[in-house]
């Protein structure tokens, strides 16, 4: 059996996966998002008799002017905007601590990387209880400013938005520390002693030696994390559904409530063809790098 | 020399503070896990931070028949079980299409763009194409059911398996099959034994990465199951009383339960945390 | 004016110590070269001149001034690493305009010296080229014209030419020597090289297991080793070492069946006194062993050809002698001469190309001809 045979039989069931769950559901997606059929309008699951219910473009132009989706855009990407660079930060902070030895390294190493393996749901009913109005926080911050503080967090529209972020920051701040240390220990010594001896300062060396060097594993670890970031749902269901009213519906929040609890399928339908549009649209631009790097290493 | 040392002095506190930020949240739902109902809530301003009278209370709430605070049958028993048996099987199915499809691009080149097609797959919300899905499985009779769930399972997780093993395979250089089939080896014979041998640690590592992957899902069990398949995330957010409210004891046991599988094999897999995380981009 | 003095320097890694006691003087404008096998301690003692690495003790001098406490950056020297250690995501502008951006030179002026520079050393035609896209050779020169462009008063190479190819390695090894010469810089180049330490340094510092072993100019080094080491370690091929008792004024070889060799009485008040005990070790280099030509002081020698190498512009012969299989003895032949091999020779040497050294001590006891 020849090679390219053999190699497209390797790939086959993967292939085939892929055909059957994800083209083939994402096609019935488009096609439903061009109707109006909802289970409430088409009589249970039989959407193959969606088509009667054919309403063109009208989902798209509803849902692109309706206030909440765009919000729900708007606040997924400030959600983005906000997490993905403290997250950063503090990962890259920490990855420079654990540059050198020092005891107990690998125990603190251990307790850092644990809440990025926390179940996401778990880590949002955590912070859930944490954000409580006689929670610890409200407690601690009582105690910081000698002063009875009770913020219902949850119940504020910024304060749940910031309950989240904070939620999602110590979830994911380990994620961006484990990726920054491991490019940190790779990094060339040589090229970083070569500059130190050519005179340039800590701070010159980190600016114009030790940065670009990181640049890969930085522009790796942001786009993962950003593409994970989009998708957040899990900690948010679990700490305020959304809520109060759609003050912390993300994306994925508000398209799970209105395909679930207000059962508009097609008007899902149609807004996950828009969100898939700009997702893939963005992936394009920030997969290149990885792509050029695995035809360079090819 | 003063100096130095009071540079790292300052470094290490640094790195206690942090850490002890960063545990404090699993701090907090261990000692919920043990506190008894009166302790849940700071009732007059009172928080406890170690549970005066620690309870295995919760830990019975969750797992007898009915939950005397809650109209839903309690019992937690057929959701571990659930997520046991749902992650495993979405494991293997993951790993068994994409050690194949692994190995075919990484000695064979197939499917020029597919890995990419892959790599996209995980940028879309799943909440996006879940309902057609969900429509499908309907149709199919498969909301509800272990099979239906695990082969989204094995679908959702397929890029990890395949650049994952991707990765480890072209570890293992190609010279190796190549004497093989030299030596009279089928293709096929070559990948079985040669290749998956000295693969065997890859395969183990993306394994149990994959499983936690599984076992930490929540959206798609939200929308696949009802009643008979729920996992434990799902179990979790479900956990309401009409009278107490919030159930933090029984939940915060429930979630501890949960934590434990993922934190063990997390930290058996450090290693290759990077390597998963990244696709097998980064390669410590 | 860049001398270096170095003062009893000690570094310890954990419980190995990698540099023991060495003090060293370097004059201005010297060209010196820190030869040794592969962990003597060499790298290390460079670390420490440029302030890479502190001594646990002992101190770095320059011009009288003592640097322990200066951080590299501060020191004025120059330093090019064994793998170049380019700045990889810069071009070769970049690389060599390196130092001068760190002062904040003005552009123009760094501009200026960049491509003249370059242009002394030819890679001037690579100046867009991306640092790591370079082949080998033009990396070396970048490197070296990096650390050239701050005009440093002390330069340190660690060895440079090891990943060249050969034919480069003769060309820049002449550079090297020229661009010294001109610049003026004080030098320290570590080698595991003899060739090279032997060809292009003022003075050699020979190293082995942390310790000096001789400090001195190549030729005095070849022909007055201070030890067995020293003796092996340069010249090439390896000098012959032929074990023996000294016994009534007569060397008694122990590898050979009849390699009793008389030594005259002027020469035995030499080294009378200093042999502390019987056993002595004497050493001949190849070019003086001779093969089967009468004359010579060798007495009756007899060795067994093993192998030879026409090399060219000479013929090396291995042989091992009649009484020991174990020991093989380099001869070093003209060109034309082609022994059998099996064949068994007589071999000679005169008295004035003898080393004698103490077998217990190592020492060079006395070097005949002297």
Same mark, same amino acid.
């Given at each position: ?32 998002s ?20 054919w309403?063109?473009l ?14 729900a ?33 690998k ?7 644990m809440?990025?393996m926390?179940?996401?749901a778990?880590?949002?009913f955590?912070?859930y ?9 409200n407690?601690?911050l ?19 938005m ?16 484990l ?16 500059a ?14 030790i ?21 957040i749902?899990?900690s ?37 063809v828009?969100?898939?549009?700009i997702?893939?649209?963005?992936s394009?631009?920030a ?5 050029e790097?695995?035809e360079?290493?090819? | ?9 300052l470094?290490?506190l640094l ?10 949240? @699993?701090?907090? @739902? ?5 506190k ?6 700071a ?5 406890y931070?170690f549970?005066?009278?620690p309870t ?15 109209? @839903? ?21 993951? !790993? ?20 990419? !097609? ?12 879940? @309902? ?18 695990s ?43 040669v ?6 640690g ?27 398949w ?35 094999f ?19 | ?37 592969s ?14 690495l ?15 406490n ?17 700045f990889?995501y810069?071009?070769?502008y ?7 951006k760190i ?11 960049v ?12 100046l867009?080229?991306?640092a790591s ?21 002390i ?21 090297l020597?020229?661009?010294?010469q001109?610049?003026?810089? /004080? ?15 003022d ?10 072993q001789?400090?001195?100019?190549p ?8 030890n067995?080491?020293?003796a092996?370690f340069?010249g090439?091929?390896?000098?012959n070492?032929m ?16 390699g009793?060799?008389?030594i ?16 002595v ?9 001779k ?6 002081d ?7 050809v ?25 001869? /070093? ?9 099996g064949?068994?020779k ?9 080393y ?5 001590s ?9």
């Open positions: 059996m020849d090679a390219a045979r053999f190699g497209f039989l390797m790939i086959l069931p993967a292939l085939v996966m892929l055909l059957f769950i994800v083209i083939f559901p994402l096609l019935a997606s488009i096609y439903l061009l109707t109006k059929w909802s289970p409430l309008t088409g009589g249970g699951t039989r959407w193959f008799q969606a088509y009667q219910f309403g063109w009208s989902n798209y132009w509803n849902i692109i002017r309706d206030p909440d989706f765009l919000m855009l708007f606040r997924t990407f400030i959600i983005v905007i906000v997490v993905v660079p403290v997250e950063f930060f503090i990962g890259l902070v920490l990855a420079f601590l654990f540059r050198e030895n020092f005891p107990g390294k125990i603190f190493h251990s307790i850092l990387l809440p990025m926390i179940v996401p778990v880590a949002g955590i912070f209880m944490i954000f409580q109005g006689q929670g610890p926080i407690a601690v009582s105690k910081v400013f000698f002063h009875d503080v009770s913020i219902l967090w949850l119940q504020g529209n910024i304060s749940a910031i309950a989240i972020m904070i939620a999602d920051i110590w979830q994911w701040s380990p994620f961006m520390f990726i920054l240390l491991s490019g940190i220990m790779a990094l060339p010594e040589d090229q970083i002693n070569a130190l001896i050519l005179g340039a300062s800590g701070w010159q060396r980190f600016r114009m030696v940065l670009p060097l990181l640049k890969p594993v930085i522009v790796i670890s942001l786009i993962f994390r950003g593409m994970e970031a989009v998708k749902f899990d948010i269901w679990l700490m305020t559904a959304g809520g109060p009213g759609t003050a912390t519906e993300s994306i994925s929040v508000y398209m799970y409530k209105h395909g679930f609890k207000y059962l508009q399928w097609s008007w899902v339908a149609a807004g996950g828009i969100v898939l549009i997702i893939t649209l963005i394009m631009q997969l290149k790098p990885i792509k790097r695995e360079q290493s090819a | 020399m003063d100096q130095k040392l009071y540079k790292k002095v470094k290490l790195i206690i503070v942090v850490t002890v930020l960063f545990f404090f949240p @699993i701090y907090w @739902i261990v000692t919920m896990a043990f008894p109902f009166p302790e849940w809530t009732a007059g301003g009172k928080i931070w549970p005066n009278h295995l209370d919760n830990f019975r709430a969750i797992f007898s028949q009915k939950l005397e605070m809650s109209p @839903i049958s309690g019992t937690a028993i057929r959701p571990i079980i659930n997520s046991l048996v749902v992650s495993v099987i979405g494991t293997c199915i993951a !790993m068994v299409v994409g050690i194949f499809a692994a190995y075919g691009i990484s000695r064979y080149k197939a499917g020029g763009s597919l890995p990419f !097609m892959l790599l996209q797959l995980r940028m879309f919300p799943p909440i996006a194409i879940i @309902i057609p899905i969900m429509i499908m499985w309907a149709f199919l009779h498969m909301t509800d059911t272990w099979y239906g769930l082969l989204i399972y094995g679908v959702v997780t397929l890029p990890f398996s395949v650049w994952l093993m991707k990765t480890f395979f072209d570890d293992i250089p190609h010279e190796l099959d190549e004497a093989a089939i030299v030596d009279g080896c089928s293709n096929i014979g070559a990948f079985f034994k290749v998956m041998p000295l693969a065997k890859g395969i183990a590592s993306t394994a149990l990465f994959v499983f936690i992957l599984n076992w930490s899902d929540f959206l798609i069990a939200l929308i696949l199951t009802d009643r008979k729920t996992t434990i995330p799902v179990h979790i957010s479900k956990l309401q009383s009409a009278l107490v409210g919030a159930l933090y004891g029984p939940k915060a046991a429930l979630g501890l339960i949960a934590l434990i599988p993922p934190v063990f997390g930290i058996l897999i450090q290693k290759y945390l990077v390597r998963g995380l990244t696709f097998g981009a980064i390669k410590k | 004016m860049a001398d270096i003095v170095l003062d009893k320097l000690v570094k310890r890694f954990g419980k190995q110590t990698a540099v023991d006691r060495l003090s060293l003087e370097i004059n201005d404008r010297q060209f010196i070269a820190i030869l040794g096998p962990g003597c301690g060499k790298t290390t003692t460079m670390n420490m001149i440029s302030g890479l502190k001594p646990d003790s002992g101190s770095v001098i320059f011009n009288g001034k003592v640097m322990n200066i951080p590299p950056g501060k020191r004025g020297v120059g330093f090019m690493f064994q793998n170049y250690a380019v990889t810069l071009n070769v970049d690389n060599i305009a390196f130092g001068l002062r904040k030179l003005p552009p123009d002026e760094i501009d200026r010296e491509r003249e520079v370059a242009r002394l050393l030819q890679i001037h035609h690579l867009s080229m991306m896209k370079l082949s080998i050779n033009d990396m070396q020169k970048v490197a070296l014209a990096r650390s050239m462009i701050t005009k440093p008063q330069f340190l190479l660690d060895e440079p030419l090891s990943n060249l190819d050969a034919a480069l390695r003769n060309v820049m090894r002449a550079e020597k020229k661009i010294q001109e610049l003026g810089q /004080t030098t320290v180049y570590v080698t595991h090289d003899q060739v090279e330490a032997m060809s292009l340094a003075k050699i510092a020979v190293m082995n297991f942390a310790v000096l001789q400090y001195d100019t030729h005095n080094i070849y022909n007055h080793p201070k067995l080491f020293v092996h340069i090439s091929p390896t000098i070492f074990n023996g008792v000294y016994k009534n004024g007569e060397f008694v070889l122990e590898d050979f069946n009849r009793t060799i008389s005259g009485g002027g020469s035995r008040k030499n080294f009378d006194k200093q042999l502390k005990g019987e056993n070790v004497l050493g001949v280099r190849p070019e003086h062993m093969i089967g030509e009468r004359g010579g060798a007495g009756n020698l007899r060795a067994e093993v192998s030879f190498e026409p090399l060219g512009s000479k013929t090396i012969v291995y042989m091992h002698p009649d009484a020991n299989p174990g020991v093989i003895l380099k001869s /070093t032949m003209d060109s034309d001469y082609k022994p059998k091999i064949e068994v007589s071999l000679s040497f005169e008295e004035k190309n003898l004698l050294f103490d077998r217990e190592t020492d060079l006891v006395f070097r005949f001809g002297s």
